[in-house]
């Protein structure tokens, strides 16, 4: 009789187990939406903003900033179709938001901003019937490069040094070309040289052929290809002309004012009197105001319209007028 009794208890102690466990797992279950809840407070902060949305944001800004360091080091236009591509990718961010706050970043860590490039201009009959014909349909896909925001007394070789890319000699040479051809470009009526005045001018430099960088039809087509001369050739009927024009890096990293700059340190004490009034007239400036910065004098000009004088207003001798009036 022990034997059954014990055996009896057994048996009612087994059927009193599975209710036992399952009110431990019915007990259990409000602790886990609980714990679902702490969740999901941890990933939405207290003021309802989303944790997740901003880390987010932030490394979309941080890699604008990258790749936009990343193009200035080779010397590629900064894209919007690349910033969508590389940087926003698929998700719904913001272009405008994004684009400002990487502004933000650049300007007050490494004293740059993206500055947008002007559009090429329609020059031959084609790009003009062309445009005419998809005028209001698309619009031009804006491009970028990096300037310095840095005061002009802060803007010295020590603290803006050349970007090396090679180099530091390879570096030199290569603006000093790119320089001397948007100058003579930049100096030319309505900004547009032939190609054969343009070989003839570097030829008086010894590089019609070759440059210490290589080839000169290389370093032109380099030249080209980054956006400070911008080759065109129009044709029509059987006849084909090439001319050479400033382009859109060219015109903002250079510019008028690294120009007139350039001219004046080629003179230096040599300059005739009135070497700023003829600079004026061939880049089509007009000096509005002059300031001192810390003695240094720094000149605010404006454009006037298309330039009236060629590079021969800025020759300083009859020898040298005479020889830029053969040239044409």
């Known amino acids: 009789m022990p034997s059954r009794r014990r055996t009896m208890q057994e048996e009612e102690e087994s059927e009193e187990e599975p209710t036992q466990s399952t009110h431990r797992r019915r007990g259990r279950a409000p602790a886990s939406e609980d714990e679902s809840e702490g969740e999901e407070e941890e990933e939405v902060g207290g003021d309802g903003v989303d944790v997740d949305g901003a880390e987010s944001m932030d490394q979309a800004v941080k890699k604008l900033v990258r790749y936009a360091l990343a193009c200035e080091y080779q010397r590629i236009t900064i894209k919007r179709t690349g910033i969508s591509e590389k940087v926003l990718g698929k998700q719904p961010r913001s272009f405008k938001h994004v684009f400002e706050a990487a502004q933000k970043q650049l300007r007050t860590k490494f004293g740059i901003e993206m500055v947008e490039l002007p559009q090429r201009e329609k020059v031959t009959l084609k790009a003009k019937r062309s445009a005419a014909k998809s005028k209001g349909n698309s619009k031009p896909t804006a491009s ?88 065109v050739t129009d044709r029509q009927g059987d006849e084909e002309t090439i001319d050479y024009r400033l382009g859109p890096r060219g015109k903002t990293e250079i510019g008028k004012r690294g120009v007139r700059g350039f001219v004046q340190e080629v003179y230096g004490d040599s300059a005739p009197d009135d070497l700023d009034k003829l600079l004026n007239r061939s880049l089509n400036m007009d000096v509005a105001r002059i300031e001192q910065v810390d003695g240094t004098t720094v000149i605010a000009e404006e454009d006037q319209g298309e330039p009236e004088a060629g590079p021969s207003r800025v020759r300083s001798s009859g020898k040298r007028r005479r020889a830029a009036d053969d040239d044409e």
């Open 144 to 231: 970028y490069i990096l300037s310095t925001t840095l005061p002009a007394q802060y803007r010295t070789p020590e603290i803006l040094a050349p970007s090396l890319i090679g180099s530091e000699e390879d570096e030199a040479t290569y603006i000093g070309l790119c320089t001397v051809i948007v100058a003579y470009i930049s100096m030319s009526p309505a900004e547009a040289v032939p190609e054969h005045r343009l070989i003839r001018a570097l030829k008086r430099l010894n590089v019609d052929e070759n440059t210490p960088l290589g080839k000169t039809d290389a370093i032109l087509k380099k030249m080209g290809a980054h956006g400070y001369i911008w080759k």
